[in-house]
Every structure is written in structure tokens, then in C-alpha cells.
């Protein structure tokens, strides 16, 4: 009988085991198939493009001083947010006078209708020859985040100063380069006598460093009073890492196409204030304290691979080495394992997840008294699979402790997330524009984890893209709201053509039709 029951075992072991490994092999098969599928991943047959960009830019050495002293002279003009409340109004009338000087045909020529919004934004209408062309709109900002020599700038931040090839100065990334380089692109197009045949709009907010309240959300209502629809907005956002992502063979461009959402709390406990002499059990400091440890003990679920974070990394599967390339070309099977190991680091955790930050913590007046009040501030980034009140309902259940009162300051949920497929006109003109300028570049869609003007757009149009083709290398990303901000000459020159030519890029009747596509298997 033991022997029966033995063999039956082994025979049952023998099946689970079988069946097991054929499971694994079919597996292993369809995760390399899809390895390869993506390694063709082609797109668009660039040769059937209709060639619109028939005007080319070509620099010469006059030109050049020309566009390098505009640029320069915007970085020396202090249009800094200091608050919501208080900017720099001076400044930013004279960056005003500065853009009248600098580009005389966008402000004469008959197909620009120029506008101030809110006292200090503008906006440029651009009539297209063909009005059933839907049309798009470029957005920049003009203010910038403070900056002080004494933080250890290598040169006064608002000088401008050259410094082996690069310009420094705060604005020199963040915007001013994206803002002067669309203008500047535009001021040599209309010399050449371009006229475009989609119409087109140049949004420049005055706000943004401190939410675009003002500029950016007068400027959605001047559009929205006269029904426009937006084929897609490019703002400034995302960039080319070269050298940024270890593993990753080349340089890539990630066009943003969504944001993480974002909410402040407020955490308070109140209780009796009394004398350190004869304390209770528990201060309100202590409440406090036990609460924010736990926020910081149970991270909000990992979510990588549910949100646009999935589609960068199957973008740029193909541009790793194995066993990387497979396992990013298989996260409907790796997703959950990725997301352990990209947790391990803050910069790679804020794509897993929600993240959290306490922030602020105030309690206490006086050594000898017991508190009456103490409350704490968390910032949470909210990933694209979850949503504000999901988020709020995570904190109560965490904090679950009555006593802690807990209160959004504020708050908005991510950002929808805009098309990136060979169907998708504004993600596509991006892409061709890029490659266009840098051949060798890989382009993928990306996620900011901060947030733009864009944001306030969204009514306008499903499609918002975050990029502009600024160099990114190790380190560089810490210069941005940092000390050092930079660009290298060449840099913004790049940035003037690749606007020259996204604006013609834009001229096509419709995107060519994608080949036969390998992705369906
Ligand atoms: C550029 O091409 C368009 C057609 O796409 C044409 O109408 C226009 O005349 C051309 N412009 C120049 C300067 O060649
Ligand atoms: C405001 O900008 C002007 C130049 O437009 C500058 O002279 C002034 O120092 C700035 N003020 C502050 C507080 O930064
Ligand atoms: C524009 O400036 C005027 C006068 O200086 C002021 O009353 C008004 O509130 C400003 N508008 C905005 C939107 O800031
Ligand atoms: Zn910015």
C-alpha cells in the first residue's frame, strides 16, 4: 500500500513539476519575443513624412552675437518669484521692453497679434494660412526661483557671464533658454518670410515658480473665451539625459506626458496646556510624533508599471544590455520585482509611488509647558494610478488615531496622461524634431515628477507634452532651482533650431501612416 501511495506521489510530483517548467519555458518564450519585437521598434517611416521644414537656419557669426546678447540680456534681468504675492514687478516690465527690442518682427509682423495678459504675461496668436488645421501652443515662463552669490555661484547669478562655453545664471535652464530660443526661432522664420499654415499660439507666463495663478490660468481664460482647441501644448519640463540613466547605452530625450499629482496636509493635535511638572501620559508632541513615524514607516503602494512610468522603460528597453533589456521589455511579469529594487533609492523611488515628505513640524513655546498645540506639514507626490482622495483616505487609515486632526491645504489629483503612440501628432512632431537635430538620440515618453503651467492647459487639449532638447549630464540636474544653473553656447543654439524646425514640422496636413507594426504580436 505505501508503495502505491509512494508511486502516486512521485507521479503527481512529476506532473506539477512538468507542468511547472512548461509554464517558465512558455514564458521565457513570449518574454523574448517581446524582447525582440522591441528591439524594432522603429516608429514612423521618417522618408514618408511630408517636408514641410523647407526653411533651414543656418547661423552665421553676426547672427550669433545677436541671439547670444538677447539671451544674455534676459538672464540679467531679475524676474524672480519671490512668493505668490510678490514678484519682482519692475523686472518683469522691463523684460517687456527686452522682448520688444530684441525680436522687432514678432511684435510688427501682420500674422502676430501680441497681447499682454494679467499685466505681465503674453500671448502670441500666429494666424496659419489653413484655418481647418487644428492649432497647438508653445509655452514658457519668465520668472525665476531666487539665487544669491553667497549660495557659491562660480558667477553672479544674474550676470550672464561666460565661463569655458556655458552661460550661467538662474533662468539659464529654467525657462529663459526654452522662452528666448521659441522667439528667437520665430524672429528669423518671419525674416525668411515664413507663414505657417497651422496656426499657432507662444504662452509666457509670469508666475509659474509660484503656480501660474496669475499668468498661465489668464491665459487658459483669454482661450477659452474664444473657444480654442488645442491640437497639444509643449511646455518646458523634461530634457536629454546623457549619461543620466546607468545601464542605458546613449543619450535620451524623455518628453513628458503627464505630471504627479501633489497635496499638502496638515497633521494637529490640540489637548489642555499644562505645567511640565505633572505631565500626562502622552504630550501632543508625542501624538504627533508617533503619527508622522508611522506615515513614514508604511510608504503608499508601490504602483511602478501602472503608470506612464511603464511606457520609458519599454521605450528604452532596447538601448540596454541583457539581463536589464529583458527584464524591461517583460514588466507585465518584472513590473512588481523592478519596483522592489527601484524603491531602494529616493531619485528611482518617486516613480514607484506616492511619495511621502514631512516637511514641517511645530510645537512647543516654552521649556516648562506642556503644549497645547503641535502640528506637522507632509508633501506627497502622487503617482498616475492613484488619486488625491484614494491618497487622503491612505493617511487617515495609517494615522488611525482620532486625535489627529488631519486637513488637505492643498492639492490636485495627476495630470491626465497625454498619447505618446505613431498616432499621436504633437508626441510624434516632437519626436521627429528631435531626431531631425540629434540623430542618435532615443526618444521615450517620460513623467515629471514636479509640476508646470501646463498643468492649467488641460481643458485646452488631451496632449501636453513636457521637453525641451536642454543637455543633461551627471550632476546638471541639481543646478536646476541650485546654484550653477548653466547652458553651453552650443546648447542654446540647438535650442533656437529645434524650435525653427518643430514650427515647420507642424505645417504637415497629417501624420504618415505607421507601417505594419511588429508590436501586435
Ligand atoms: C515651403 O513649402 C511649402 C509647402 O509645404 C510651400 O508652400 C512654400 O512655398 C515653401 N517655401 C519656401 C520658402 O520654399
Ligand atoms: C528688481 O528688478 C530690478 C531690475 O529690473 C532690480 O534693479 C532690483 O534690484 C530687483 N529687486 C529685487 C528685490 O530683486
Ligand atoms: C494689473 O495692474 C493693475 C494696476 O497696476 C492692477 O490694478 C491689476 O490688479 C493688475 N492685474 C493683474 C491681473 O495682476
Ligand atoms: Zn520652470
Given amino acids: 500500500d505505501t508503495g502505491r501511495t509512494s508511486t502516486l506521489w512521485t507521479g503527481c510530483l512529476k506532473i506539477i513539476i512538468s507542468s511547472f517548467l512548461i509554464a517558465v519555458l512558455l514564458l521565457f518564450t513570449i518574454a523574448s519575443i517581446r524582447t525582440l519585437s522591441l528591439d524594432v521598434n522603429v516608429g514612423l517611416q521618417l ?40 514678484s519682482n514687478t519692475t523686472a518683469l516690465r522691463e523684460f517687456d521692453r527686452l522682448l520688444r527690442k530684441a525680436f522687432p518682427t514678432v511684435f510688427s509682423s501682420s500674422l502676430v497679434r501680441h497681447e499682454l495678459v494679467a499685466n505681465y504675461s503674453h500671448l502670441f496668436s500666429v494666424q496659419g494660412s489653413q484655418p481647418d488645421l487644428v ?12 539665487a544669491s552669490e553667497s549660495d557659491g555661484w562660480e558667477a553672479p547669478p544674474f550676470s550672464a557671464k561666460e565661463i569655458d562655453g556655458f552661460i550661467y545664471g538662474r533662468g539659464t535652464i529654467d525657462d529663459k533658454s526654452p522662452l528666448m530660443g521659441i522667439l528667437q526661432a520665430l524672429e528669423y522664420l518671419l525674416i525668411k518670410g515664413y507663414a505657417p499654415r497651422r496656426g499657432f499660439y507662444i504662452g509666457l507666463g509670469h508666475d509659474e515658480e509660484v503656480s501660474g495663478y496669475k499668468g498661465a490660468m489668464n491665459i487658459v481664460r483669454v482661450l477659452k473665451q474664444r473657444s480654442v482647441q488645442l491640437s497639444f501644448v509643449l511646455d518646458e519640463g523634461l530634457a536629454v539625459l546623457d549619461g543620466v540613466i546607468s545601464g542605458l547605452e546613449g543619450p535620451a530625450a524623455l518628453i513628458g506626458i503627464s505630471e504627479k499629482g501633489s497635496a499638502t496636509v496638515k497633521l494637529s493635535v490640540s489637548m489642555l496646556p499644562g505645567h511640565s511638572s505633572m505631565p500626562p501620559s502622552e504630550s501632543s508632541i508625542g501624538i504627533l510624533a508617533a503619527a508622522v513615524k508611522r506615515l513614514e514607516e508604511n510608504p503608499m503602494p508601490r504602483l511602478f508599471g501602472h503608470g506612464p512610468e511603464r511606457g520609458t522603460f519599454e521605450h528604452l528597453a532596447h538601448k540596454f544590455g541583457l539581463p536589464m533589456k529583458f527584464i524591461m521589455s517583460n514588466l507585465w511579469l518584472f513590473a512588481p520585482l523592478l519596483g522592489r529594487v527601484l524603491e531602494r533609492k529616493p531619485d528611482t523611488n518617486a516613480f514607484v509611488r506616492t511619495t511621502t515628505a514631512v516637511t514641517m513640524f511645530n510645537a512647543g513655546v516654552k521649556v516648562n509647558i506642556i503644549p497645547a498645540l503641535a502640528e506637522a506639514y507632509v508633501n506627497l507626490r502622487i503617482h498616475s494610478a492613484q488619486s488625491l482622495q484614494e491618497v487622503l483616505d491612505l493617511i487617515q487609515s495609517t494615522v488611525g488615531d482620532q486625535r489627529v486632526k488631519i486637513e488637505l491645504v492643498n492639492g490636485f489629483d495627476p495630470l491626465p496622461v497625454s498619447s505618446a503612440d505613431e498616432k499621436s501628432f504633437g508626441f510624434q512632431i516632437i519626436k521627429k524634431t528631435v531626431l531631425d537635430i540629434f540623430p542618435t538620440v532615443t526618444v521615450a515618453p517620460g513623467i515629471c515628477i514636479g509640476n508646470t503651467d501646463s498643468r492649467h492647459f488641460k481643458d485646452l487639449t488631451n496632449d501636453i507634452y513636457r521637453f525641451a532638447p536642454v543637455w543633461f549630464k551627471p550632476g546638471d540636474a541639481q543646478r536646476f532651482h541650485g546654484i550653477n544653473e548653466r547652458i553651453s553656447k552650443k546648447n542654446y543654439e540647438e535650442l533656437i533650431e529645434f524650435y525653427f524646425s518643430l514650427i515647420q514640422n507642424c505645417d504637415i496636413q497629417k501624420l504618415p501612416e505607421p507601417h505594419s507594426s511588429v508590436h501586435e504580436l
Avoid: C, G, M
Fill in 47 to 86: 522618408a514618408r513624412w511630408e517636408k514641410t521644414n523647407n526653411i533651414s537656419l543656418v547661423i552665421d557669426h553676426h547672427q550669433r552675437e545677436e541671439l547670444l546678447a538677447n539671451f544674455k540680456e534676459a538672464i540679467r534681468i531679475p524676474t524672480v518669484s519671490f512668493s505668490e504675492k510678490e
Fill in 135 to 146: 492649432p497647438y501652443l508653445l509655452l514658457a515662463h519668465i520668472d525665476v526661483v531666487p
